[in-house]
């Protein structure tokens, strides 16, 4: 959060992305906690103060880059973009802090408004933009698609 090449607040179309403050925190809990959105969470329970305290200390933290989003002055939801080592030959330093998760959370009551798909676009606009991130790549594939050899 505190790095010097990323900028705070940062608008994402009609939203506005910037640092948590303790305040903030109560009314994010209330809007990750519902049945319907911890389904799509690694988390399903959190520990309150744990998870203040998480959020709260990730604004010092430079591989951090957690926001809450305003809209109209109301938060109605989150972003994060967390930079973690890759996986690879440890050898040197070229495999840290070269990997990170990228998510946001939309207060249900917003949902389908295209604010997740704003904030999203706001977070790889800092990768690639302002961390200066030049690739990313995905490779998954699906049980239906794979031939094993005869
Ligand atoms: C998943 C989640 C982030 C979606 O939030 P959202 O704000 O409703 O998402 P969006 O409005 O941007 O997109 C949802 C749909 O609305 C559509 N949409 C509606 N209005 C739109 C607009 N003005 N601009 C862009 N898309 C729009 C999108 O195309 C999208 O359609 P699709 O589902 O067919 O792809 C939200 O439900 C949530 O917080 N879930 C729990 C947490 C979670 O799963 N986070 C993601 C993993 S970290």
């Known amino acids: ?18 640092p948590p403050m303790s305040d903030d ?3 994010v809990l209330v809007q990750r906690n519902p049945p319907d959105v911890i389904r799509l969470l690694l988390r399903t329970t959190v520990d309150p103060e744990a998870f203040r305290r998480a959020w709260l200390d990730g604004v010092e933290d430079p591989d951090q880059h957690a926001a809450v989003t305003e809209l109209d002055g109301l938060v109605i939801g989150t972003g ?11 050898d040197g330093d070229a495999w840290r802090g070269t990997e990170a998760d990228l998510g946001c959370l939309v207060d249900p009551a917003h949902a389908g408004r295209g604010y997740a798909t704003a904030i999203a676009r706001s977070m790889f606009d800092l990768a690639f933009t302002e961390l200066g991130w030049i690739d990313g790549f995905t490779y998954g594939i699906l049980a239906e698609e794979w031939h094993p050899a005869p």
């Open 1 to 18: 959060m505190t790095s010097a090449q990323v900028a705070w607040p940062r608008a994402a179309g009609s939203l506005v992305l910037r």
């Open 25 to 27: 925190l109560d009314g």
């Open 80 to 90: 994060w973009l967390n930079v973690r080592d890759g996986v690879g030959q440890p």
